[in-house]
């Protein structure tokens, strides 16, 4: 480490957090002039407010502007070095660009593995306080299911559900089928069906079961009420918005395994998640290194014209990023593919302007 590396870490880190904090400081202002009456209208207490609250809102907000901010940070005071002559008489003193680039390179690597352990472990234990306090306060994420709702509860093991009451915790016009092969061999048909809290099981009601034999004779069996361990989630019969939000790393590749291993396609705003928290940290690299590449030039147009071509190219990564992530969810695109393709193309971008930036 020498003096010119700590010159220019401190320049980044001070520019970023800086900035990140202005842009707190400003979101915060604006979601309580839009929340203030909600606020009171729900009587949330100021304690709730400050802790519960925005205390849990601002690490979700600095993972989320994060790559952006690193970006601006470096064109903004990457700029200023360039338009003062310093990378000039950096470069004019023997330091080569590949080693000019290193100290933005440690502090891009701190960036990322900072930005990958708020989005994996921090931001899924705030979301849980904060996540509460919105169900109470401001709006209820928890919501019914669309009607007649199809589960696949194990390989060979399907269930029905005509419609599901999250807040009495019952489920009408239940239906069950297994399946050995292509032979039903049983088949359960409930009018309702309701959860039992304390000992987290299912009771049916008003039920008729038929067990079916390899040579196609039926065997009925009827009831008022029976209590049953189906392998049934109250969770899979209603959404709660943007679920993956609560989970951190281990549990969220464990709900995709399981969902995979269930046959169900719910998984796939999951798997989106899960690319998404490798994408961003990696984006910190590359868009520091297409940053740098951009204005360590010194032109005409000074701060005022990189700081125009940086916005310009911060926002086109976050519309791409945008617009690919629609196509994973609603299309056919692959949710690997579809979150790391702005990655990709601004790499190659990053690459062609590095090339050409001044040695």
């Not at 100021?46 to 470096?74: K, M």
């Not at 593995?113 to 928890?142: A, D, G, V």
């Not at 976050?318 to 990709?344: A, D, E, K, R, Y």
Request: no cysteine; glycine share 6%; net charge positive.
């Amino acid at each position: 480490m020498k003096i010119i590396d700590w010159y220019i870490i401190k320049k980044y880190l001070g520019t970023f957090f800086y900035s990140i904090t202005l842009l707190i400081l400003v979101v915060i202002v604006f979601d309580i002039s839009e929340k203030i009456d909600t606020f009171i209208r729900h009587h949330a207490p100021l304690h709730a407010i400050i802790f519960d609250y925005y205390l849990n809102f601002i690490p979700y907000f600095v993972n989320l502007f994060i790559y952006l901010f690193s970006f601006i940070a470096v064109v903004f005071f990457t700029s200023r070095l360039a338009g003062n002559t310093e990378i000039v008489a950096m470069l004019s003193s023997g330091i080569s660009f590949r080693r000019l680039l290193r100290p933005y390179m440690m502090v891009a690597v701190f960036l990322a593995i900072f930005s990958f352990f708020l989005r994996s472990f921090i931001i899924p234990h705030t979301n849980i306080n904060l996540r509460i306090f919105m169900n109470k306060y401001i709006e209820n994420l928890t919501k019914d299911n669309e009607r007649n709702i199809h589960v696949q509860l194990g390989p060979n093991t399907f269930a029905y559900v005509e419609s599901y009451n999250v807040s009495r915790r019952t489920g009408y016009r239940f239906a069950m089928e297994k399946y050995d092969g292509e032979r039903l061999v049983y088949k359960l048909n409930s009018r309702k069906i309701v959860r039992d809290t304390v000992l987290h099981k299912w009771v049916i009601y008003n039920y008729y079961i038929f067990r079916f034999d390899s040579l196609g004779n039926q065997k009925l069996e009827s009831g008022f009420m029976k209590d049953t361990t189906i392998a049934l989630k109250p969770t899979d019969l209603y959404k709660i918005k943007q679920r993956f939000e609560e989970m951190n790393y281990f549990q969220l590749n464990h709900y995709i395994q399981k969902e995979k291993e269930r046959g169900s396609l719910s998984y796939k705003r999951y798997e989106i998640e899960k690319y998404k928290r490798y994408a961003g940290p990696v984006a910190i690299l590359v868009l520091t290194i297409l940053g740098v590449a951009l204005t360590s030039r010194k032109v005409r147009g000074g701060m005022g014209m990189h700081l125009g071509l940086g916005l310009l190219l911060a926002f086109s990564y976050i519309l791409l990023m945008q617009g690919s992530v629609v196509f994973s969810t609603q299309g056919n695109l692959s949710p690997s593919i579809g979150v790391w393709i702005p990655n990709i193309i601004y790499l190659i971008i990053a690459l062609i302007l590095l090339k050409k930036a001044p040695k």
